[in-house]
């Protein structure tokens, strides 16, 4: 009610949209300075918007782009949408400058540890079990990109874009946004966001990043934000204690298990949610050490929680990269 009087008062109309997408939640909020714009009409968009990323990218229609690939024989090449084709040469390109840590191709060994759709388990797989589904991952091995097409190299490979494929949502919102004009908005789906502009007080969007305890949600730290992307990625929600020891649904591609250094969460500010969503995923795998090392090499913003022990309680030690650092002086 306060941001509606406020709107009235200074002349411009407040557009709050929501809905669901890709098995979670998307929010917006836009100021629409002309008050002409059709709430309506731009939620349609919106939804239509995301109803194409889907049929583009997602693993639950058969019939998608993505799905189609999967199910392809080893060898054979299918063309595909220029932004299916944007999204896996950005994988690509994260895939490289991040050491083999980012890796779309890691769906055998997500099932495998347990944490893909409907799955538990509160076991170890056997050192068998972790090479027979590692057969069937890695990204350089699995995907070679070809102009206007993908060719699948490894036949039981299975591409999933749920590391990536959000933040490309997000921008694909923001672009319908700025086809209606509105230059000040916030677009958040499942966590990763982009915001344009000013909130209704006329600041930067204030956005929150979490605090990495399961059962807490807290706020660690608040950060103003205007056209950049921001996602965040941690290990606390969907996890495994197995012998005194936490495995996270976080794997490492490079050794077919869990991580399981003291990064709890790392969050990536950069120009957009895409490359935000798969980076924050790249420096969880990572870890704070190495992730601190590319982040300021390539002057991204990263902010790292770890976590820390101290005189027998766990807290948690927050590390910022250079860049990061000067965006939120």
Same mark, same amino acid.
């Given at each position: 009610?306060?941001?509606?009087?406020?709107?009235?008062?200074?002349?411009?109309?407040?557009?709050?949209?929501?809905?669901?997408?890709?098995?979670? /939640?998307?929010?917006?909020?836009?100021?629409?300075?002309?008050?002409?714009?059709?709430?309506?009409?731009?939620?349609?968009? !919106?939804?239509?918007?995301?109803?194409? @990323?889907?049929?583009?990218?997602?693993?639950?229609?058969?019939?998608?782009?993505?799905?189609?690939? /999967?199910? =392809?024989?080893?060898?054979?090449?299918?063309?595909?949408?220029?932004?299916?084709?944007?999204?896996?040469?950005?994988?690509?390109? @994260?895939?490289?400058?991040?050491? $083999?840590?980012?890796?779309?191709? @890691?769906?055998?060994?997500?099932?495998?540890? $347990?944490?893909?759709?409907?799955?538990?388990?509160?076991?170890?797989?056997?050192?068998?079990?972790? =090479?027979?589904?590692?057969?069937?991952?890695?990204?350089?091995?699995?995907?070679?990109?070809?102009? $206007?097409?993908?060719? *699948?190299? /490894?036949?039981?490979?299975? !591409?999933?874009?749920?590391?990536?494929?959000?933040?490309?949502?997000?921008?694909?919102?923001?672009? #319908?946004? *700025?086809?209606?004009?509105?230059?000040?908005?916030?677009?958040?789906?499942?966590?990763?966001?982009?915001?344009?502009?000013?909130?209704?007080?006329?600041?930067?969007?204030?956005?929150?990043?979490?605090?990495?305890?399961?059962?807490?949600?807290? !706020?660690?730290? #608040?950060? $103003?934000?205007?056209?950049?992307?921001?996602?965040?990625?941690?290990?606390?929600?969907?996890?495994?204690?197995?012998?005194?020891?936490?495995?996270?649904?976080?794997?490492?591609?490079?050794?077919?298990?869990?991580?399981?250094?003291?990064?709890?969460?790392?969050? @990536?500010?950069?120009?957009?949610?895409?490359?935000?969503?798969?980076?924050?995923?790249?420096?969880?795998?990572?870890?704070?050490?190495?992730?601190?090392?590319?982040?300021?090499?390539?002057?991204?913003?990263?902010?790292?929680?770890?976590?820390?022990?101290? /005189?027998?309680?766990?807290?948690?030690?927050?590390?910022?990269?250079?860049?990061? =650092?000067?965006?939120?002086?």
């Amino acid at each position: 009610m306060p941001l509606a009087l406020m709107a009235c008062k200074k002349g411009w109309s407040l557009l709050e949209l929501s809905g669901l997408t890709m098995g979670t /939640n998307y929010s917006i909020v836009a100021i629409d300075h002309s008050k002409s714009i059709d709430q309506a009409e731009l939620q349609s968009a !919106v939804d239509q918007a995301l109803g194409q @990323v889907n049929v583009q990218m997602s693993n639950w229609d058969a019939s998608s782009e993505i799905s189609r690939f /999967n199910a =392809a024989a080893a060898g054979e090449s299918l063309s595909v949408s220029g932004e299916l084709h944007h999204v896996m040469q950005t994988a690509q390109d @994260v895939h490289v400058a991040s050491d $083999g840590a980012f890796d779309v191709t @890691v769906g055998a060994l997500i099932d495998l540890w $347990g944490f893909g759709a409907g799955q538990t388990r509160s076991d170890m797989p056997s050192d068998a079990e972790i =090479a027979q589904a590692m057969a069937c991952c890695g990204q350089a091995q699995s995907v070679e990109l070809e102009a $206007g097409g993908l060719k *699948k190299l /490894n036949s039981g490979a299975e !591409v999933y874009l749920s590391s990536i494929g959000k933040g490309f949502g997000v921008d694909q919102v923001a672009a #319908v946004l *700025k086809g209606y004009g509105i230059t000040d908005y916030m677009v958040e789906i499942g966590g990763d966001l982009y915001t344009a502009g000013r909130n209704p007080e006329g600041q930067p969007w204030q956005i929150g990043i979490e605090t990495p305890q399961a059962f807490d949600r807290g !706020v660690t730290q #608040v950060v $103003g934000l205007s056209d950049m992307g921001m996602a965040t990625s941690g290990d606390y929600r969907n996890f495994f204690d197995y012998d005194g020891t936490r495995y996270s649904h976080i794997i490492d591609a490079t050794t077919g298990r869990p991580v399981t250094h003291d990064t709890a969460s790392v969050t @990536v500010l950069t120009d957009n949610a895409m490359l935000a969503d798969a980076w924050a995923t790249a420096m969880l795998v990572m870890g704070r050490e190495r992730g601190l090392e590319i982040a300021n090499d390539r002057d991204m913003a990263v902010l790292f929680i770890d976590r820390a022990a101290a /005189n027998g309680e766990t807290g948690f030690k927050s590390t910022a990269s250079d860049r990061f =650092a000067a965006l939120t002086a």
